[in-house]
């Protein structure tokens, strides 16, 4: 922990639903300057993902400590690994499911070939922990909801505030509604609404992720969005007659060998956006990829492919707890509405059918008012990068108008996750947690 922190550490031993024996247990970070007092008011923050981990490992949580140290925040800071995450117990991964993945993107598969080992493999994965007694719907995200106030009444606090980034900013949103009493204000960045459906928006997400990048193209001096927009038409054509082999290097492993198809050129194209470092050269990749050059577009990927690769990533937490928000995905429904707007669906509806959560993802419990639109009265702090393509910025002004005390901050040149840029988005932060009620955002990004 970096000097001039304070921390402690414990364990919170959630309950679970129904007559289930099931051993839980969730590690608490609690940190603070060492000039603010223990009586400070107490911040919860809510990790993204679903299936990310907080990070209470020494390694993280030395950042956090110089989070806090270079925003010079007021607070106390609680952090904790969410069910099946982290250092959390049990830890939840798919044993060989990065080996299927690896082997899916090594064969130039159609969409719904590709959706249906996909979903082979998922559901080996749920059944090798059904085997062992865990039940992965006791490790839905939606679970947070049950486990702050709980974590809260177990560590004698009162009243908190949240700090809720991308998926966490959905759970945010909830508590908020749901618990007035207990949760005072909120900072939320890449806002993720629990109204918002993240299958049927799946068509208009993807379009106006490639209107998004042509803008930052016109940003970039000497990047012309309709060389971009050419190129990009070009890629796409040519994949749709003939899938390309390309090598993806990655760190600290072998290079990918991957059939870059059409389907997933757009969604590597979608998801790439989701970085600044792979933002800033996907443009001048995807120019070059229509000259039949595809090592820049290759390296960019690296970024992208290397968490899907992972062989510890919660995949079990992510489909338990996107399969189980009240949404799920309805394939003629998504089609129809995307063709009545022009719009493209990169999985044919076949493909979509194979969907882990119409399958045996989606569980029993899922809460009645999750997908609700959500109103509150608490000051909120809705914090937006202007190029984010995985949370638009519509979707924070959409949700901030739904909100009595909402301050909307989007961060210029930035694209998903803007809480940690200490220069704009943290003085905000920082600002807006000493006064919350009296709070004005007093510049721009």
Known sequence: MPAGIQARCAWFEPGVQGEREQAIR?????????????????????????????????????????????????????????????????????????LAISAMLAQPLSATAESRLAL????????????????????????????????????????????????????????????????????????FPPHIDPFQTQPEVHAYS???????????EGCSDRQLRDAHEQVRNRLAEQAVL???????????????????????????????????????????AADKDYRSFARMLSQVIDPALDPDRNVPVYWASLCNEGH????????????????????????????????????????ENFAQPVTAEQPVLLLAGQWDSVTPVSWTREQA??????????????????VFDVRCAGKAVKDFLESPNDFRLSQDC
């Open 328 to 367: 799920l995905p309805n394939p003629e429904g998504i089609h129809s509405a995307a063709h009545r707007r022009g719009l493209e669906v990169s999985f044919p509806v076949a493909g979509l059918r194979a969907h882990p959560c119409l399958n045996d993802w989606a569980g029993p419990f899922t809460r």
């Open 26 to 98: 969730l590690p608490l970070l609690l940190m603070r300057r060492d000039s603010v007092p223990e009586t400070a008011p107490l911040t919860i923050h809510l990790p993204g993902g679903p299936g990310a981990a907080a990070g209470t490992d020494e390694y993280s949580a030395w950042y956090w400590g110089a989070w806090l140290l270079e925003l010079g925040l007021e607070d106390r800071l609680l952090i904790f690994d969410p069910r099946g995450t982290g250092m959390a117990e049990p830890r939840l991964h798919c044993p060989g499911n990065h």
């Open 120 to 191: 082979k493999s998922l559901s080996q994965c749920r059944g090798y922990w059904q085997d062992r007694g865990v039940a992965l719907d006791d490790f839905a995200a939606r679970h947070l909801l049950d486990d702050v106030p709980a974590i809260m009444d177990a560590i004698g606090e009162e009243k908190a505030r949240l700090l809720g980034l991308s998926h966490g900013s959905r759970l945010a949103l909830r508590l908020l509604e749901d618990h007035p009493d207990r949760f005072s204000a909120a900072v939320l960045d890449g806002v």
């Open 401 to 418: 108008a739904l909100l009595d005390n909402a301050h909307v901050l989007e961060v210029k040149g930035r694209s998903h996750g803007v």
């Open 246 to 288: 390309i090598q993806v290097p990655r760190h600290d492993a072998p290079d990918q060998a991957l059939w870059l198809t059409e389907a997933r050129f757009l969604d590597l194209v979608f998801a790439a956006q989701a970085f600044d470092e792979s933002l800033a050269t996907l443009p001048s990749s995807i120019v070059r």
């Open 210 to 220: 490639l209107r998004n990048l042509t803008g930052y193209c016109r940003s970039q």
